[in-house]
């Protein structure tokens, strides 16, 4: 399960530099963003988009597979 949540983590590390190094709007044609001016402000949006995506479902994901490792918690732990 460690491997998993590794490979979670490299995969987004690796999800934020392509969207952050491969903008969308480099790959739409001028004349279309010409015509239609409302799709260069969504494409402006796409990367953090993906970024608050990946900030929700990565604690999300960590936290499934502590509960499939069946864990426990430190505040359950009693020291002695």
Do not use: C
Request: avoid cysteine; aromatic fraction near 12%.
């Amino acid at each position: 399960m460690f491997t998993i949540n590794i490979a979670l983590m490299g995969g987004s590390w690796v999800g934020i530099y392509y969207v952050n190094t491969h903008s969308i709007k480099n790959k739409i044609p001028v004349t279309i963003l010409e015509k239609y001016t409302w799709i260069k402000s969504i494409t402006e949006f796409i990367a953090p988009a993906v970024l608050a995506i990946i900030n929700l479902l990565l604690p999300l994901l960590t936290n499934l597979i502590i509960s499939l490792e069946r864990w426990d918690y430190q505040s359950t732990v009693i020291n002695n």
